[in-house]
């Protein structure tokens, strides 16, 4: 398991360093936009769209290092009162549900990527090919599934660790 856990952790911070990188690039062309645009009266033409497709690569690249922080927001009003082995179950059972749904998921958006890309689709503004994007994004769901698969077994290897 630890092996797992070592692969994860290192997947998770590449992501995190290129989803680093699109965030300042992300900021550096929206203001770009905004200088151009005020003062000069000279608008970039296409940065939101440049600026919607680094932000899906952000999101979808931060996905599983939130994940493996467990930053994401959890509601546990009710489950904080059930006993500890009833959360590990249900732990359990949610990163099993999820695991999956995220693997469709990736798998799907990367279809989807493969038809834009097969089509030659470009973007409306800009007329640049954004499969890659698609992609980016696919991936970052992909490495999400592995951090809830790695999250799903830990819940058996501490078990095991308490009996």
């Not at 690039?25 to 940065?47: C, D, I």
């Not at 006993?83 to 179950?89: G, Y």
């Amino acid at each position: 398991m630890n092996y797992l856990e070592k692969i994860n952790l290192f997947l998770n911070r590449i992501l995190l360093v290129l989803g680093s990188a699109a965030v300042l690039l992300l900021m550096s062309v929206a203001t770009v936009n905004v200088v151009l645009r005020y003062p000069f009266k000279v608008p970039w033409r296409g940065a939101y769209e440049v600026v919607g497709f680094l932000g899906a690569i952000v999101i979808a690249f931060a996905l599983g290092f939130t994940q493996k922080r467990k930053d994401h927001i959890v509601v546990d009003i009710l489950t904080e009162k059930f006993p500890k082995k009833v959360n590990r179950i249900l732990d359990g059972i949610s990163y099993f549900i999820t695991t999956i749904f995220f693997a469709i998921v990736s798998w799907q958006v990367f279809v989807w990527g493969l038809k834009i890309m097969k089509s030659g689709e470009v973007s409306e503004t800009l007329k640049m090919v954004f499969h890659p994007v698609i992609f980016c994004v696919s991936f970052g769901f992909t490495i999400f599934s592995f951090t809830l698969l790695v999250d799903f077994l830990n819940i058996f290897k501490s078990k095991e660790k308490q009996t």
